[in-house]
């Protein structure tokens, strides 16, 4: 029979401190659904580029749309409008959650920050070297970034399978894992794959930048403000060369991350509300509506509740279920059109298959515990509290399915059509194996685990 949750934890979940202060579970959360959006997404699109509708759905995404005010106008095509439009809002939030973790997370203190930090360099390095010496030389080279990243939602939709056979730190620890895998993917298409800067535009966004530091700095936190600011940010990143994408984190790095009441003041202030609320009910009990006086203070509670929030969170909160149910989804089903053919494995189109996938499902996984274990083993820095190393292992090889991000890369780095194919077929084979192997290393480890356990009850 499934536990039911007492009536604390009932109580505790609708209370405004949860929602302000339980930021990283909302987000595991959050990723962890939003996985099955993106397996649905993915499969659509792998329907219908594999049937007689896959010339349709190309030529719908190639439309020309447009938006226009007065003499200016932009204008791309609907692919184009999903990956440097909507995914700039995608790295928005990418941008949002590595400066939350920076300040109040997993990256705030050094020692603590330092594993997650090793881990992903490994995980990053290892795939994006073995990619290069499968393709060396050849004209699929260029996307040696592309087994580098880490798709959370996956990964934390695998480990949410697993319910309680799977610690919670393992689940802290490879979230923080996959956002400095965001971070490095970032700094890789700002530096790899950017071409012909239009430097008029370029400083244009990066003056609107420093107005942004600006407007923080002299503590408005309108957040009307940093959406406005934010957009002609990414029109001039646009225009520049400079993927628009990258804007997307710029910005969030001015959004203001201090709240303009303490949590101890916030407490004070909610538990007099709330006794005021409770001294306007009459002695036989409060009445179906509240009374003018209660009204009064509900708005009061209201009001300390935004307070206490920052503009960081209160974006962060917005933001992620559009991105997790919409955005990320609607990316899958533009850019999942993986033609299930032997095409992709002939000619120039083998290496980057065969590079892609030795990557992601060796690489990730070999790269990243073999960092952490010299991490550890230095003394630099310990595994989290309750995980063991063969747990680390399945989430190294979770950390290979890189779906989302290194379809990302690689839409960037490949214009050739055969070689993008190639490397769609590589990522899809990469990050199915990723799974299943991520799974079944973790499923073994929790059972071989209880096994122990009651052994251990037994002999006792």
Same mark, same amino acid.
């Given at each position: 029979m499934p536990r039911r949750p007492n009536a604390l934890a009932r109580h505790w979940r609708d209370t405004p401190l949860a929602r302000v @202060?339980?930021?990283?579970?909302? @987000?595991?959360? +959050? !990723?962890? #659904?939003?996985?099955?959006?993106?397996?649905?997404?993915?499969?659509?699109?792998?329907?219908? +580029?594999?049937?007689?509708?896959?010339?349709?759905?190309?030529?719908?995404?190639? $439309? !020309?749309?447009?938006?226009?005010? %007065?003499?200016l106008g932009l204008q791309m095509s609907l692919l184009h409008w999903v990956n440097d439009g909507l995914m700039a809002l995608f790295f928005f939030l990418v941008g949002l959650e590595l400066k939350r973790e920076v300040l109040v997370g997993?990256?705030?203190?050094?020692?603590?920050?330092?594993?997650?930090v090793v881990a992903a360099l490994g995980g990053a390095t290892l795939p994006a070297l073995l990619y290069v010496a499968v393709n060396r030389g050849g004209p699929g080279a260029v996307g040696w970034g592309v087994p580098m990243a880490t798709d959370i939602a996956f990964a934390l939709g695998v480990l949410t399978l697993l319910g309680r056979r799977v610690p919670w730190a393992l689940k802290v620890f490879l979230t923080a894992v996959a956002v400095i895998d965001d971070l490095f993917a970032v700094l890789v298409i700002a530096l790899f794959y950017t071409n012909g800067l239009n430097f008029g535009a370029l400083g244009i966004g990066l003056g609107v930048l420093a107005l942004l530091a600006v407007v923080n700095r002299l503590g408005i936190r309108t957040l009307t403000v940093y959406v406005v600011l934010? @957009?002609?940010? *990414?029109?001039?990143?646009l225009e520049s060369g400079v993927h628009a994408t990258? /804007?997307?984190? $710029?910005?969030?790095?001015?959004?203001p991350a201090r709240n303009r009441i303490a949590p101890a003041t916030f407490l004070d202030q909610a538990r007099q509300l709330l006794a005021q609320f409770h001294a306007g009910c009459p002695p036989d009990g409060c009445a179906l509506q509240?009374?003018? #006086?209660?009204?009064?203070?509900?708005?009061? $509670?209201?009001?300390?509740?935004?307070?206490?929030?920052?503009?960081?969170?209160? $974006? !962060?909160?917005?933001?992620?279920? *559009?991105? /997790?149910? %919409?955005?990320?989804?609607?990316?899958?089903? /533009?850019?999942?059109?993986?033609a299930l053919t032997a095409e992709g494995l002939r000619g120039a189109g083998q290496p980057v298959v065969l590079g892609v996938v030795v990557g992601l499902v060796l690489g990730k996984p070999i790269g990243l515990f073999v960092s952490t274990w010299l991490a550890v083993r230095l003394g630099l820095a310990h595994l989290p509290e309750g995980v063991r190393w063969r747990q680390l292992g399945g989430a190294g090889c979770l950390a290979g399915m890189g779906f989302t991000m290194s379809l990302f890369i690689a839409t960037l780095g490949f214009t050739e059509p055969l070689l993008l194919a190639a490397a769609k077929l %590589?990522?899809?084979?990469?990050?199915v194996t990723a799974g299943i192997l991520g799974y079944g290393v973790l *499923?073994?480890? +929790?059972?071989?685990?209880?096994?122990?356990?009651?052994? %251990?009850?037994?002999?006792?």
């Open positions: @202060f339980s930021p990283m579970q909302r @987000f595991v959360h +959050a !990723e962890a #659904s939003s996985g099955l959006s993106l397996i649905g997404a993915t499969l659509v699109a792998l329907t219908l +580029a594999n049937s007689p509708l896959a010339a349709g759905y190309a030529a719908v995404l190639q $439309l !020309e749309l447009g938006v226009s005010l %007065g003499p997993e990256l705030a203190h050094p020692r603590q920050a330092l594993l997650p934010g @957009f002609i940010v *990414w029109i001039a990143f990258i /804007a997307g984190v $710029l910005v969030a790095f001015t959004i509240p009374n003018a #006086s209660q009204a009064s203070t509900v708005l009061a $509670l209201e009001a300390a509740c935004v307070a206490v929030q920052s503009p960081l969170q209160q $974006l !962060e909160a917005r933001l992620q279920p *559009w991105v /997790a149910f %919409g955005i990320m989804p609607l990316f899958a089903l /533009a850019n999942a059109d993986i %590589g990522i899809l084979v990469a990050s *499923w073994l480890v +929790a059972t071989r685990l209880e096994d122990g356990a009651i052994q %251990g009850f037994q002999n006792y």
